[in-house]
Nanobody, 115 residues
Framework: AVKLVESGGGLVQTAGSLRLSCAAS????????MYWVRQAPGKGLEWVST????????QYAPSVKGRFAISRDNAKDTLYLQMNDLKTEDTAVYYC????????RGQGTQVTVSA
């Protein structure tokens, strides 16, 4: 079964940085495009970023473009999200997923950005 375990979240001040990780197992990781999605308090799931299976094509939501960077290490079956210049509106639970809708996602990691 697909298993995704996110880590790296925490409390950070505005303009700070965090690096999220997602350890994948139970499927052939290097065959899959991967996604980060997030859910802010009281809101629905929001797509954040996409990376193709080779790691050489990426896409970003306009709200994070230029501040976030998605990457992957297929040798380690791990997905990453480097988040820089964090803003209070980035506060959310962040999930990695095998679909941009957020289906087949992990348990999530909380990111809280304080002013």
């Amino acid at each position: 079964a697909v298993k995704l375990v996110e880590s790296g979240g925490g409390l950070v001040q505005t303009a700070g940085s965090l690096r999220l990780s997602c350890a994948a197992s139970g499927f052939i990781f290097h065959n899959y495009w991967m996604y980060w999605v997030r859910q802010a308090p009281g809101k629905g799931l929001e797509w954040v970023s996409t990376i193709n299976n080779y790691g050489d094509e990426t896409q970003y939501a306009p709200s994070v473009k230029g501040r976030f960077a998605i990457s992957r290490d297929n040798a380690k079956d791990t997905l990453y999200l480097q988040m820089n210049d964090l803003k209070t509106e980035d506060t959310a639970v962040y999930y990695c997923a095998t679909h941009p809708s957020g289906s087949n996602r992990g348990q999530g990691t909380q990111v809280t950005v304080s002013a």
